[in-house]
Structure formats: structure tokens, C-alpha cells
């Protein structure tokens, strides 16, 4: 019975020209390349961690306007002033919240009035409107958004209908 594991194949025959190459310095070659990568791999590194630094704590300057906002007002103002302040502390939190995800590369999609993209959006309703060409953005559910030009979350959106 041959033996399964033994090795019957002769050597491989060296292509032209290799007897000539200096194993030792190709070698060293190599290991100078791989440090190179490793020091690019680094900085690649550090750099993605300060960019995640960066947006954490832009996120919590979001968080510092939501304490200020959930802070209880004073009991002597009135109740729609009160209202109408909250209103705008919380609007204004959501543009800081889009100024911070801007900087980190995202953006919203602009989508009403514009013929549905299916590579962008999903369908989830449609509007009767005899006014508009078929399929044109009528209204946003959820927003669509980029980020650093790749899709980021598709949108979902009603579109309208000709009958």
C-alpha cells in the first residue's frame, strides 16, 4: 500500500532569471515595506480615532442642550411662554445635532418635489394628485441621508398618483 502522504512531485523548476536575485536584500526590501504599511495602518488609526473622538463629543454638546432644555422652569413664568421657549431650545438643539452629524459628513437628502429615486427611498404610500407626474415626492416619513457620499439610511416617502 503507497504511503497517502508522501511527497512524490520533483522540485520546481526556478524561473529564468531568479538564480540572480539577492534573497537577502529582496528580504530586506519586504520587511522595510511591510514597516511602511504598519506605520500607515497607525496613522490611519489614530486618525479614525480622532474623528470618533471629535463626533462624541459633538454629540454630547447635544446632550448639554437636552439637560438644558428637561430643566424644570421657574413656577412664576407663564405656562405658553414656557411652551413657546421650549419650542425653540428644542429647535435649535436639533440644528446643532445636524451642524455636528454635517461635520462628520452627513447629509440630508432633499427629496420633496422631486421624482422617488429607488435607489434612495422607499415607497410607503401614495397621494392622489392629478397636479403632479406620477411618483413625485409629496412627503417625507423619514428622511434620507448621506454620508461621505455613500448612503447612509434610505428614506421613506409618499409619492403622488394620477388617476
Excluded at 452629524?101 to 437628502?109: F, P, T
Excluded at 413625485?136 to 454620508?147: G, M, N, P
Excluded at 457620499?149 to 388617476?163: A, D, F, N, P, Y
Aim: one cysteine or more.
Amino acid at each position: 500500500m503507497k504511503d497517502p502522504f508522501a511527497v512524490v512531485e520533483g522540485p520546481l523548476s526556478l524561473p529564468p532569471g531568479s538564480e540572480d536575485v539577492d534573497l537577502r536584500n529582496e528580504f530586506t526590501r519586504l520587511l522595510l515595506r511591510c514597516s511602511k504599511l504598519e506605520n500607515q495602518l497607525d496613522s490611519v488609526r489614530r486618525d479614525a480615532a480622532e474623528t470618533e473622538q471629535k463626533l462624541l463629543l459633538g454629540l454630547l454638546e447635544v446632550v448639554d442642550a437636552l439637560d438644558r432644555i428637561l430643566q424644570r422652569p421657574s413656577g412664576t413664568e407663564d405656562p405658553n411662554q414656557a411652551l413657546e421657549r421650549q419650542y425653540h431650545n428644542v429647535e435649535a438643539t436639533r440644528r446643532l445635532l445636524l451642524q455636528k452629524l454635517g461635520q462628520a459628513g452627513v447629509k440630508s437628502v432633499e427629496l420633496l418635489g422631486m421624482i422617488a429615486d429607488p435607489t434612495v427611498v422607499d415607497l410607503v404610500g401614495y397621494q392622489d394628485n392629478p397636479d403632479l407626474p406620477d411618483e413625485t415626492v409629496v412627503r417625507e416619513i423619514v428622511k434620507a441621508y448621506w454620508c461621505n457620499k455613500e448612503m447612509l439610511r434610505r428614506g421613506q416617502v409618499i409619492v403622488s398618483r394620477r388617476l
